[in-house]
Every structure is written in C-alpha cells, then in structure tokens.
C-alpha cells in the first residue's frame, strides 16, 4: 500500500546524518549528506511521517494564532493591558517582589522578559492561551527578579508558587 508522503524540500550539504525539521512557515525540510540517494531520503521521511504531519499541523495551528488581523491584535493588545497588569500585583504580592514596570509588547519569539531593572514586558499574544499558561509567564518573569538566570534556584521558585508549570510549559510548546 503506498503512504503518503507530505511535500518536502532537501537541502544537501557536507553532513552525514540525515535531519527533519518544520520551518516556522510550516514547510518540511530534510537535511542531508550531499551523495545520499533519493530513495534514503524518501525512507527516512516515510519512517519519521507521523511525527513529521503532526509537526506541520502543529506548527499551522500556531500559525493561525500568531496570524491575527488588525482588529484582534488591538482587542487582544487591550485584554492584556487590562488582565497582564492585575496576575502581576497579584501574585507579585505573594511572592514579596516588585516589578520596576509591566509594559505590553508584540514579540512573536518570547512570551515574556525581565530586564537586569526588573522591568518586565509580556506579550498581547499570551491572551491567546488558557490562563494557566498566563500565569505561568507572570510566575516565571516575577521569578527572574529573585534570580536573573535559569538557575536550579530559579526553577525551584518557578514550582514554589507553580508546582505543575511543566504542564503550562507544554501549553505554551503546543
């Protein structure tokens, strides 16, 4: 029975392995070594194609999300402005930390930041995930103000006031 084979692009080089990624705009890529033939290619791909469809719809599932139209950009923008500033006192408050400010941001590649002045800018994006993973954005900026690193100390306030933020982690990856 023949399968199907979603459509991908080669890039040969000088590498002996053979590698399979999504790009962010969601096309497949198999890299490989320069002389490997076709057939191989198309083995490796046929082989690894559950894992590689799964990627591809993941990846146009978060394309849809980060692809909002103007009016939702602005509606969303004043959601997080209203909903980011409250999860910040609040649980800045419980965690004994202050924030030198809280600004709204459009970053595509990061939920959150906290500057080397415990500034801290977030997302409007983040309004587009359930308010687990919101919270768990605020929890892990407002912890880089004990820590400003990812140290094990880091993680360990993350879990103090995040006992399960592996499973927002996951949220947010999805």
């Given amino acids: 029975m023949a399968h199907y084979l979603p459509e991908f692009t080669i890039v040969r080089s000088k590498r002996k392995t053979l590698s399979l990624e999504v790009t962010r705009d969601g096309r497949a890529l198999v890299r490989a070594p320069q002389k490997m033939p076709r057939e191989r290619i198309d083995d490796f791909v046929l082989k690894n194609r559950e894992w590689l469809i799964q990627k591809i719809e993941l990846r146009a599932s978060k394309n849809a999300r980060e692809n909002v139209d103007k009016d939702e950009k602005k509606r969303l ?98």
């Fill in 77 to 174: 923008t004043l959601l997080a402005k209203e909903v980011i500033p409250e999860k910040v006192a609040f649980f800045a408050k419980i965690m004994g930390v202050e924030p030198f400010s809280v600004k709204i941001t459009s970053a595509m590649t990061r939920w959150g930041s906290c500057s080397a002045k415990n500034a801290l800018c977030f997302s409007w994006r983040l309004m587009l995930y359930p308010e687990k993973a919101v919270n768990y954005v605020v929890i892990h900026e407002l912890s880089h103000i004990l820590h400003h690193n990812h140290s094990r100390e880091f993680w360990k306030t993350v879990a103090l006031y995040m006992p399960d933020y592996k499973d927002a982690e996951q949220i947010l990856r999805s």
